[in-house]
């Protein structure tokens, strides 16, 4: 069973930076790699996604901000969150997909999420 292991994330300053990195146990070359975002009270939320050959998808409301890379040869897909805001608050967790979906039901795998909390 592949496990998926989430880390970067903290406290930042509205405006501020973090990377988060998403290690797997396996090998998860030939899946989808997605990130999602849950923060209190609410669903989660798709983010992004990358196949196999860095093809990737991008929720809307993140384009520009967040950027989805995969480093196929470490097995870890990481997340770059730039120019954050209040609202990007959440739990942010990384998930194993067949194929590139923006819906949470059809990832198998889940990590156990790393908490971003950004002050204003």
């Known amino acids: 069973q592949v496990q998926l292991v989430e880390s970067g994330g903290g406290l930042v300053q509205a405006g501020g930076s973090l990377r988060l990195s998403c290690v797997s146990s396996?090998?998860?070359?030939?899946?989808?790699l997605g990130w999602f975002r849950q923060a209190p009270g609410k669903e989660r939320e798709f983010i992004a996604a990358?196949?196999?050959?860095?093809?990737?998808l991008y929720e809307d409301s993140v384009k520009g901000r967040f950027t989805i890379s995969r480093d196929n040869a470490k097995n870890t897909v990481y997340l770059q969150l730039n120019s954050l805001k209040p609202e990007d608050t959440a739990v942010y967790y990384c998930?194993?997909?067949?194929?590139?979906?923006?819906?949470?039901?059809?990832?198998?795998?889940w990590g156990q999420g790393t908490q971003v909390t950004v002050s204003s």
């Open positions: 998930a194993i997909a067949l194929y590139m979906t923006r819906m949470a039901n059809d990832y198998t795998v």
């Open positions: 396996g090998r998860t070359f030939f899946s989808i």
């Open positions: 990358i196949n196999r050959i860095s093809t990737t």
